[in-house]
């Protein structure tokens, strides 16, 4: 009887280590993460900063060094390339219009979109959801399918070959995702702050400035960033509407490439030089990105 009693004790202990177990390797993996999705990643951020070192790397060589060894490090290392690039004139004003240029596209991105989704997110009124879908809507169609109309339309306008008739486009083709975006973040606050505001008088303008907006902070800055950095990367608009003293970075690195197509180390550096700024602040932004789509999809 003893015997009969102590099998089953015996197998219960057994089965009791072995869920143990499997719970302290479930919390080990919760603690230190799976190593797969660790590998994973470290591949994708090798595929994706490859390139990127390669090129910032390959500006310090000298084209014999590229091409006796296009793997390899620098040997010797050299500034001029990239000094080169840093003296010359033309870089700096393709730098000054790229610049401009995306400052003007995301102010006009911030306050557009958040005036239009202030309504759809707080007033009711009848057809609302059907122009919150024509925003939606927007979002399926690139800049490639209106490139002729409006290149016409920027003509007419007089607005070719201006600052003004980038930015201008550039804001209306990143108004969908701006509004998708911002419109959850404008609906999440309560209404009861809303009321109590109009309790102690603010009227609804008030609140939109006073309350509103320093609530949405998050949201504005995520669209802020992906609208400028989507303007400094734009290469189609600027590319028909742009020339001469007037053209951006991206066209200069194209027109560089042109010119000095047997300079390969050089590119390099123009290429390096004309995308570092832009990858810099959205590094530097990538914390409010994600919060801010993180707080667009809870919304």
Not at 51 to 64: A, E, K
Not at 78 to 91: M, Q
Not at 157 to 178: K, V
Request: charged share 10%; glycine share 10%.
């Amino acid at each position: 009887m003893s015997t009969a009693t102590a099998a089953p004790k015996g197998a219960a202990a057994a089965a009791a280590t072995k869920t143990a177990r499997r719970t302290n390797r479930s919390t080990n993996v919760m603690r230190g993460g799976n190593p797969w999705i660790y590998f994973i990643a470290l591949i994708v951020v090798a595929f994706s900063l490859g390139p990127v070192l390669y090129g910032v790397i390959s500006g310090f060589r000298t084209n014999g060094d590229l091409i006796r060894n296009p793997s390899g490090l620098p040997d010797p290392w050299v500034l001029k390339n990239y000094s080169g690039i840093l003296s010359d004139s033309n870089f700096w004003r393709y730098t000054l219009n790229s610049t401009v240029i995306a400052l003007i596209t995301t102010a006009l991105v911030v306050i557009c979109g958040v005036m239009a989704a202030y309504p759809l997110a707080r007033y009711k009124f009848k057809g609302r959801e059907g122009i919150y879908t024509i925003f939606v809507a927007g979002l399926l169609f690139p800049a490639t399918v209106g490139v002729i109309p409006l290149f016409i339309l920027i003509r007419d306008l007089n607005l070719s070959n201006t600052w003004w008739g980038i930015a201008l486009p550039q804001a209306a083709y990143a108004l969908p995702l701006t509004v998708v975006i911002l419109r959850p973040f404008l609906q999440a606050i309560p209404n009861e702050l809303e009321e109590a505001s109009q309790l102690d008088g603010a009227s609804r303008l008030g609140f939109f400035w006073r309350i509103l907006l320093p609530l949405s902070g998050p949201g504005l800055v995520t669209v802020g960033v992906l609208a400028f950095v989507g303007s400094w990367n734009a290469y189609l608009l600027p590319l028909l509407l742009l020339l001469g003293d007037n053209k951006t970075l991206p066209l200069g690195v194209a027109d560089f490439s042109a010119e000095h197509s047997t300079d390969i180390a050089g590119v390099f550096a123009f290429t390096s030089l004309a995308m570092i700024p832009a990858l810099i602040f959205f590094l530097a932004m990538q914390k409010r990105i994600v919060s801010g789509l993180q707080g667009a999809v809870k919304g």
